[in-house]
């Protein structure tokens, strides 16, 4: 390592803040090298004094001041269990269930009659029920270009595209 | 730490006492991390106040597995942070106010060497970022690991090393240029 590149990681090495090996290789270089190691000094000596000066400045809360801010923090909306923590700070969370609820909905929207198919499935055997809900129907429907296209997605969520 | 584990439920089941016992370790140091890192009484006040605000009203948010004293001086750095950001982009970081801290168990002569140090520190730290001036606080003044330093901020180890050799350099630069200034009748 040559001086340029431990004048570049001096800084570092003043606390320890270097891997081993990079510190032992320094370390060694400023046994051999007097320039470097007067850097090192000033480093050391100009770092550890404007640390002790920070050190030395402190404050203490006044008691009333301390009182003055709980009461300021306990006016504030009281924090409340993760439980109800509105979806709005979960975007997305609140985007799936959106999509989830849009699509659903655009099922009955788009194809009413599925309600009723449902019933009337239902009221002619417990088979057809079943039946029923192998399925899950999106229809699109694009009134510009008259195309109609219907996802069908099986239990097994095979997707099967028809265009018409 | 269990014992504050119980003490953040208990705040959370709406005992105010025990948010004031879950602090109480703390409130010093909160004050005073805000302190060494804006350097000037007032506004360390204003930070502190804001971070114990804050504290209590994502309380819900604290996990219970992890150290408190991590997140509430986590709290504490991001107060700090978005107060020196504010502040340098006004352009008011450099052309600070001059402060005294009145006192009245402080004589004049105590005062005075509290001022003289303060603008000592003052001129060493006014050339770093908001960023640098925080990583080296928390690592050389406060002592924290370059592990938690990077928790604080939310930055990796390795940005923190890049701010804080950037903020060492400076530092270096500045005392030296103070010392030379003065001569050598004002040894720092």
């Known amino acids: 390592m040559n001086c340029k ?45 404007t640390n002790k000066w920070i050190q030395s400045e402190t404050l203490e809360w006044e008691e009333q001041e301390w009182r003055d801010t709980l009461e300021r923090a306990f006016s504030h909306k009281k924090p409340k269990d993760k439980i109800f923590i509105p979806l709005s700070f979960k975007p997305a969370w609140t985007f799936a269930l959106m ?45 510009e270009k008259n195309i109609k296209i219907k996802w069908i997605f099986n239990k097994d969520f095979n997707l099967k595209e028809e265009i018409k | 730490m269990r014992d504050e584990a119980k003490l953040v439920e208990k705040v959370l089941d709406g005992d105010e006492s025990a948010f004031e016992a879950l602090l109480h370790p703390y409130r010093k140091g909160i004050l005073n991390m805000a ?37 509430i001086y986590t709290i504490t750095v991001n107060a700090a942070y978005d107060f020196l950001h504010k502040k340098s982009s006004q352009q008011n970081l450099i052309k600070e106010k001059e402060h005294i801290d009145i006192d009245k168990k402080h004589s004049p002569e105590k005062l ?77």
């Open chain 1, 5 to 49: 590149k431990i004048k570049k990681w001096l800084p570092l090495y003043m606390e320890n803040d270097l891997p081993t090996k990079k510190a032992s290789r320094i370390k060694s270089h400023l046994t051999e090298c007097p320039l470097c190691q007067q850097e090192y000094q000033k480093y050391k000596n100009s770092l550890s004094k």
């Open chain 1, 99 to 143: 999509l989830v609820m849009a699509a659903v909905l655009s099922i009955f929207v788009v194809n009413p009659s599925i309600m009723k198919k449902e019933r009337s499935a239902a009221a002619a055997s417990d088979i057809n029920l079943v039946d029923t809900q192998q399925q899950v129907e999106f229809t699109l429907v694009s009134l």
């Open chain 2, 35 to 71: 302190y060494q890192i804006c350097l000037n009484p007032e506004d360390a006040r204003d930070i502190s106040q804001e971070a114990v605000v804050k504290a209590y009203q994502y309380l819900n948010k604290f996990k219970k597995t992890k150290r408190f004293k991590n997140w």
């Open chain 2, 112 to 188: 005075y060497q509290n001022k003289e140090i303060r603008d000592k520190i003052k001129s060493c730290l006014q050339s770093l970022t908001p960023k640098e001036r925080i990583v080296y606080v928390l690592r050389d003044v406060r002592e924290f690991s370059i592990k938690e330093t990077s928790q604080f901020l939310k930055i990796s180890s390795q940005s923190v090393r890049t701010h804080l050799s950037r903020a060492r350099k400076k530092i270096r630069f500045q005392y030296e240029k103070l010392n030379h200034k003065k001569g050598d009748a004002y040894e720092l």
